[in-house]
C-alpha cells in the first residue's frame, strides 16, 4: 500500500509563503500523474497544481504565478511552493498520486492564511 505524508501546512500572515511537501512510499518518477488539490471549508475539493510524468503542469487560474509544484525523485517527495498567499488560500492541502489507474491520497495538511 502506497502511502502518502504531507507536510509543511501552518499558519501564515497574507503575503507570506509555504513550502508544503509530499513524501511517498514508492518511486515517485513512475507515476503518471501527481498533483495538489486544495478543499475549503463548506467547498469542493479542487485541484491547485498538477504535473504529469512528462514534466507538463497546469495551476488553477487563482495561483498561477504564485505558486509552483515540483518533485524531487531521489526523495521520492512532492512539493508545492506558495508565495503571496492569500486568506483565500486559507484550506486543508491534499497531494494526490497516480500510478497507472491506481490513485492515492494523502491525509491533508492545514493551511491558514490570517492576520
Known amino acids: 500500500q502506497v502511502q502518502l505524508v504531507e507536510s509543511g501546512g501552518g499558519l501564515v500572515q497574507p503575503g507570506g509563503s509555504l513550502r508544503l511537501s509530499c513524501t511517498t512510499s514508492t518511486n515517485i518518477w513512475g507515476a503518471t500523474h501527481m498533483g495538489w488539490y486544495r478543499q475549503a471549508p463548506g467547498k469542493q475539493r479542487e485541484a491547485v497544481a498538477t504535473?504529469?510524468?512528462?514534466?507538463?503542469?497546469n495551476y488553477a487560474d487563482s495561483v498561477k504565478g504564485r505558486f509552483t509544484i515540483s518533485r524531487d525523485t531521489s526523495k521520492n517527495t512532492l512539493y508545492l511552493q506558495m508565495n503571496s498567499l492569500k486568506p483565500e488560500d486559507t484550506a486543508i492541502y491534499y497531494c494526490?498520486?497516480?500510478?497507472?489507474?491506481?490513485?492515492?491520497w494523502g491525509q491533508g495538511t492545514q493551511v491558514t492564511v490570517s492576520s
Open positions: 504535473a504529469t510524468r512528462d514534466g507538463n503542469t
Open positions: 494526490r498520486l497516480n500510478m497507472g489507474r491506481l490513485e492515492y
